[in-house]
C-alpha cells in the first residue's frame, strides 16, 4: 500500500515537471541572438555611433522582438513558422543596426 502511494507520488511528479518544462519552450537561439544584438546597441551608444534616438529606436525594436517571442512562447509551443517569423525579424532589426552605427552620424 505505501508503495503504490510512494510510485502515486512519483508519477504526479513526474507529470508536474513535465508540464512545466513544456510550458516554457526554449528558444536558445533566439536569446543568444538577441543578447548579442542588445551588446552592439549598448556599444554603439557607449562608442558614440549612436546617437540617442537612434538608441531609443533601436531599443523599441528590440523590445518588440522580445514580445514577438513571448506571444509565441504563450501557448507552450514554439512552432517553426513562428521560429521563422522570430529570425526574420531579428535579421531586420540586425540590418537596422548596422545601418544606423555606420551612418555617419555621431552624438
Do not use: F
Request: charged share 30%; glycine share 6%.
Amino acid at each position: 500500500m505505501k508503495s503504490i502511494r510512494i510510485l502515486m507520488l512519483a508519477a504526479i511528479l513526474a507529470s508536474l515537471t513535465a508540464s512545466l518544462v513544456a510550458a516554457h519552450p526554449a528558444t536558445p537561439r533566439v536569446d543568444r541572438r538577441e543578447a548579442r544584438q542588445h551588446m552592439r546597441i549598448r556599444q554603439g551608444a557607449r562608442s558614440g555611433e549612436l546617437t540617442p534616438d537612434e538608441h531609443r529606436r533601436l531599443r523599441a525594436g528590440q523590445a518588440h522582438v522580445r514580445r514577438m517571442e513571448r506571444r509565441a512562447k504563450a501557448d507552450g509551443v514554439v512552432t517553426p513558422g513562428e521560429r521563422v517569423r522570430l529570425g526574420r525579424a531579428q535579421t531586420r532589426q540586425s540590418r537596422h543596426i548596422a545601418r544606423l552605427k555606420h551612418n555617419g552620424r555621431s552624438i
